[in-house]
């Protein structure tokens, strides 16, 4: 039995003893002889640098692996590697990145500050050259020759036929008279004179002295040129010296009548230049001068009105047109200051702050950068402290930015030191894909009193601009709009606490964007677009800080937006389309309510 044991140890030995020298010989042959074999991990670089995935449009995505966005199901990206290698208080990134995001950069310098006001009007008939035709002979109306409103007369026109007893009388007594008028010159000369008080002339005078009978219907004679504004009388219509029969304007000289907030009253002055448009003349422009300004303003509107005369060959401008002018006010006094879009800035109540582009080998960065505003101008604003000439920051997308930077743990908005986000928004690992399958806004955030009314009257201004939508009222929707950045700029942001303050930052600048847009449009179509933009908004705050007094319907119309479905918020149940108006007046459906 020792012998087979041995002989069989004997055989193992010589068995690996030869698998290692065939080992020996393989690696030689592969490896030349030249030492250890370096192992090349060049393949598996690619894995760790994109090892995380987010969306573009919704930064706080983040996935290990590729895919779409579980929000706007848009195709995931590379987190861009390195970010805030350089900087620990920038964040990166990538030019794709920066597309998708529609980020906007401008490089800023000192410009002299003009506040430009944007103004809503009318053409209107200038005051001065609106007249009232009256007749002068009481009695009744046999013929009427101008029968409707808008026709145009010349003076000396006939307008009417009158049929007046009081005026028979008068005509006999001048037959008598012109007997004696030879013994009588006084008497013949004062029945002449009482026809005249009709505004008879010397020469009808004459002719009815010549028929030798008193006529029993005499015209009314137009006292001047213009267009007939109303007409006030009718066939058969018994009349009285001295009634009105026509309002009659003179066209050739109008007036625009421009609307003037009062918060834009003190920038606005008699003898500033205008330039406007009218709506119903694409393609062309009107310059003139505000030559008064109402003393008074509007209880109800707040705006006052400012008057630019012009004179209107042929016409072409007519009242009731509709006109949008521009006022641009330099500050007196000022300097060239540095000045910036609003889109640009974005403000917590307490700070206000832009993010600086900064470029370098190792790619693009923005850094956070808190500003002091100086006034606003328009769409701009003076920055008095914060920024130098030449620099260049972002203009749009800036939400974008400070989304990335708040989950990366730089410096944002409502984290200016930087550091981890709180507990409950840590983006690691499975926990975080949960998280971000969900948006933000599907958790409901309880509101004190003030802060819920501030929200449902905010919801009021919206469904003012979408109720003049269904009924295709373009200048209504424009007012709504005009109201609602108005008010929006009125709210007080310290209403909203902890995460509400958050979500409320989140929806507030493209909330006054959209609607400056919507006040600014020339057209119904691009109110309707943007009213696309306004809904999402003001329905991702209705699902957060609902519920209210009363129910709200979530509506949807698949043909919207381009045929890619649009949504908006009603307070009844049936539909009423404000993408298409009359035309699609109940295409949609209610997709949820907001109890």
């Not at 400070?402 to 986000?421: E, I, R, V």
């Not at 929707?477 to 958050?502: C, D, T, V, Y």
């Amino acid at each position: 039995m020792n012998s087979i044991k041995e002989l069989i140890n004997n055989s193992s030995i010589r068995i690996a003893a030869g698998s290692l020298a065939v080992g020996l010989l393989v690696g030689w042959l592969f490896f030349g002889g030249n030492g250890p074999a370096e192992i090349d991990h060049s393949e598996h670089a690619g894995e760790t640098i994109s090892s995380i995935w987010t969306c573009s449009m919704h930064p706080q995505i983040r996935q290990k692996e590729p895919g779409k966005c579980p929000i706007c199901g848009m195709e995931l990206i590379p987190v861009s590697t390195g970010a805030g290698e350089d900087d620990p208080m920038e964040i990166k990134m990538s030019p794709t990145a920066m597309q998708l995001a529609n980020v906007q950069t401008s490089i800023i310098t000192r410009q002299k500050p003009v506040k430009t006001v944007r103004m809503n009007g009318k053409v209107q008939a200038d005051e001065r050259y609106v007249n009232s035709q009256t007749s002068h002979i009481a009695g009744r109306i046999e013929k009427l020759l101008v029968n409707f409103t808008g026709e145009y007369i010349s003076k000396g026109q006939i307008l009417a036929y009158v049929y007046s007893p009081a005026l028979v009388t008068a005509q006999e007594e001048l037959f008598e008279a012109y007997k004696t008028r030879e013994t009588q010159p006084g008497l013949y000369q004062a029945a002449r004179e009482k026809l005249k008080n009709w505004k008879l002339t010397n020469q009808q005078i004459d002719e009815v002295i010549a028929g030798g009978r008193p006529q029993e219907d005499f015209p009314i004679m137009s006292d001047m040129t213009g267009v007939v504004l109303s007409k006030r009388v009718k066939l058969g219509d018994h009349i009285m010296t001295g009634s009105s029969l026509f309002e009659v304007a003179d066209l050739t000289k109008i007036w625009i009548l421009f609307d003037i907030y009062e918060s834009d009253m003190p920038w606005v002055k008699i003898g500033d230049p205008v330039e406007f448009t009218i709506q119903s003349l694409p393609g062309e422009s009107f310059k003139g001068k505000i030559s008064f300004i109402d003393p008074v303003i509007n209880p109800k509107s707040r705006v006052a009105k400012a008057r630019i005369e012009l004179n209107n060959p042929g016409q072409r401008l007519k009242p009731e047109m509709f006109a949008n002018g521009l006022v641009k006010s330099p500050l007196n006094g000022s300097d060239k200051t540095l000045i910036v879009p609003k889109s640009a800035v974005m403000w917590t109540g307490e700070r206000s702050v832009v993010y600086i582009k900064k470029t370098s080998a190792t790619g693009i960065a923005f850094s956070l950068r808190e500003v002091v505003l100086g006034p606003a101008l328009g769409d701009s604003y003076v920055i008095k402290e914060g920024l130098n000439n030449g620099e260049e920051i972002a203009t749009n997308g800036t939400f974008s930015i400070d989304a990335a930077a708040q989950l990366a743990g730089k410096p944002s908005m409502m984290n200016p030191q930087g550091g981890a986000m709180p507990a409950g928004h840590n983006h690691g690992g499975a926990p975080m894909q949960q998280a971000a399958a969900k948006p933000s806004h599907s958790q409901s955030i309880k509101l004190d009193a003030k802060a819920q009314k501030t929200v449902q009257g905010l919801l009021g201004d919206y469904l003012k601009i979408k109720n003049a939508l269904t009924e295709d009222d373009f200048e209504n929707s424009q007012k709504a709009g005009a109201e609602f950045q108005k008010n929006l700029g009125k709210i007080n942001m310290a209403l909203f606490k902890g995460e509400a303050h958050n979500v409320w930052m989140q929806h507030s600048s493209p909330l006054e964007t959209t609607a400056r847009s919507i006040a600014q449009a020339e057209e119904i179509g691009v109110v309707r677009s943007q009213f696309v933009h306004l809904s999402n908004q003001i329905i991702g705050l209705a699902k957060t800080f609902g519920p209210f007094e009363k129910p709200v319907f979530v509506q949807f119309c698949p043909m919207a937006n381009n045929d890619k479905g649009a949504e908006w918020l009603s307070l009844e149940e049936e539909i009423r389309n404000p993408y298409f108006g009359e035309s699609m007046l109940t295409c949609g459906e209610v997709r949820h309510t907001i109890k």
